[in-house]
């Protein structure tokens, strides 16, 4: 079983930056993807950004260039660094990951952009 516990949300400017931390309980050394979604109200979840184990990172057309996604191993953490935030970004932000065969979620962490 695996724990993500997510912080580093807040209220920002737009054009602001923001980082969100992803811990998981074990080491995600054995994980391979983690990913980052987000979630505005009254909106469906979405795909964000994911990391490889290997560092290959994909992004949504919506974030990239903007957003940057890193990860380290020895501190069992992804990282979500956000740049030039706007309000559209809005949203709780979830960290993603899946082993054997299940999905596990963190709790999400609010991220609001002012105009």
């Known amino acids: 079983q695996v724990q993500l516990v997510e912080i580093g949300g807040g209220l920002v400017q737009a054009g602001g930056s923001l980082r969100l931390s992803c811990t998981a309980s074990g080491s995600i050394f054995s994980l391979n993807v983690m990913a980052w979604y987000r979630q505005a109200p009254g909106k469906q979840r979405e795909f964000v950004g994911r990391?490889?184990?290997?560092?290959?990172?994909n992004y949504a057309d919506s974030v990239k260039g903007r957003f940057t996604i890193s990860r380290d191993n020895a501190k069992n953490t992804v990282y979500l660094q956000m740049n030039s935030l706007k309000p559209d970004d809005t949203a709780v932000y979830y960290c993603?990951?899946?082993?054997?065969?299940?999905?596990?979620w963190g709790q999400g962490t609010q991220v609001t952009v002012s105009s």
């Open positions: 993603n990951t899946n082993k054997a065969g299940l999905s596990y």
């Open positions: 990391i490889f184990n290997g560092g290959t990172t």
